[in-house]
């Protein structure tokens, strides 16, 4: 079985350019999560869908920060515009049912 | 709302020795409790959980850790680390019913020398 796919694996930009992240859960599963994990720091929940409807997003700064999964299935996160400080790894994870969430492999982002 | 605190953020260890990474957590209702580990550019792998029953647990690579909920505390250990055990290991909380959402530790650097 495939796990969660992430894409770009790197990412290196400017403050104020934009910035897009793909993930794809593993097959069949309806909750995905986006995580974001600053160096020093553990994982923190930016926001989560369950199908293609958003269950939580309480962490998510919404004035720069966005999140899609039109189809229920892959998912997007954008920045625009970034700033310094969300250099980082974003992690997505996807669950089918239970307690267990499967991790993919994040992409780390460098803002200069 | 739920915290989690890991005490150490480093750990060095010689091979062969064992090892205790701490984990206490703070919320107001019943939690789940994870480990999660992360070699070096990899995703977080689940390494063991408490949901109910038996408060100690077992990975299959030898990892235990026992629930203690008068200490608020989920603790991982190991008799005998490998070379291969060096990685960051995080512990996290989720609430039982409610948000599904998971808190994770700062997480502790496990280095495991020769």
């Known amino acids: 079985e495939a796990g969660v796919a992430q894409s770009p694996r790197y990412k290196i930009i400017e403050k104020r350019q934009s910035v897009a992240f793909w993930c794809n859960p593993i097959?069949?599963?309806?909750?995905l999560y986006w995580y974001q994990q600053i160096l020093g720091q553990g994982p923190k929940l930016l926001i989560q869908?369950?199908?293609?409807?958003?269950?939580?997003d309480s962490q998510l700064p919404k004035d720069r920060f966005s999140a899609e999964r039109l189809k229920g299935v892959d998912s997007t996160l954008k920045i625009q515009p970034a700033k310094l400080e969300d250099s980082a790894v974003y992690l997505c994870?996807?669950?089918?049912?239970?307690?267990?969430?499967?991790f993919g492999p994040g992409t780390r982002l460098t803002v200069l | 709302a739920q915290s989690v605190t890991q005490l150490d953020s480093q750990v060095p260890v010689f091979e062969e020795a064992p090892v205790e990474l701490r984990c206490n957590y703070s919320?107001?209702?019943?939690?789940?409790l994870f480990w999660y580990v992360q070699y070096p550019n990899q995703g977080l792998q689940l390494l063991l959980k408490?949901?109910?029953?038996?408060?100690l647990v077992e990975s299959i690579n030898g990892f235990e850790a026992e629930f203690n909920k008068s200490q608020t505390s989920f603790h991982l250990r190991k008799p005998s680390v490998h070379i291969s055990d060096t990685a960051e290991y995080f512990c996290?909380?989720?609430?039982?019913?409610?948000?599904?959402?998971?808190?994770f530790g700062k997480g502790t650097k496990l280095t495991v020398n020769p």
């Open positions: 994870a996807s669950r089918l049912g239970g307690n267990e969430q499967f």
């Open positions: 097959s069949g599963h309806a909750t």
């Open positions: 996290a909380v989720r609430t039982q019913g409610g948000s599904e959402k998971l808190v």
């Open positions: 408490y949901l109910s029953g038996s408060t």
């Open positions: 919320s107001s209702v019943s939690v789940y």
């Open positions: 869908f369950q199908n293609n409807g958003v269950v939580d």
